[in-house]
Nanobody
Framework: QVQLVESGGGLVQAGGSLKLSCATT????????MAWYRQGPGKPRELVAT???????KYGDSVKGRFTISRDNAKETVYLQMNSLKPDDTAVYLC??????????????WGQGTQVTVSS
């Protein structure tokens, strides 16, 4: 029974920071890769950051150097620390989990999203 619940979004001025959380159920007992995506107004869904169970992290070019993805295995929660926010970061941020059996994806799950709005 997999569930992902995002929180931490809100309204922030350009240059400010927010930390998003993705609380998970039924994910961390499996091999998994977690990701944050975002969907901005008039924009396609964009991959923001990924982290796997080896703690390897990858970032989209638009957020590299400003955002940090991390996971807390004890809390079964994934975070996205967002610094130096820009108006173009305004989007619904979505948490994604892929569960693996070996190299095969056995599940692909999404949270409902949390709104981040950055004012100029």
């Amino acid at each position: 029974q997999v569930q992902l619940v995002e929180s931490g979004g809100g309204l922030v001025q350009a240059g400010g920071s927010l930390k998003l959380s993705c609380a998970t159920t039924g994910v961390f007992k499996y091999g998994n890769a977690m990701a944050w995506y975002r969907q901005g107004p008039g924009k396609p869904r964009e991959l923001v950051a990924t982290i796997d169970n080896r703690n390897v992290k990858k970032y989209g070019d638009s957020v590299k150097g400003r955002f940090t993805i991390s996971r807390d295995n004890a809390k079964e929660t994934v975070y996205l620390q967002m610094n130096s926010l820009k108006p173009d970061d305004t989007a619904v941020y979505l948490c994604n989990a892929q569960l693996f059996s070996g190299l095969n994806v056995r599940g692909d799950y999404w949270g409902q999203g949390t709104q981040v709005t950055v004012s100029s």
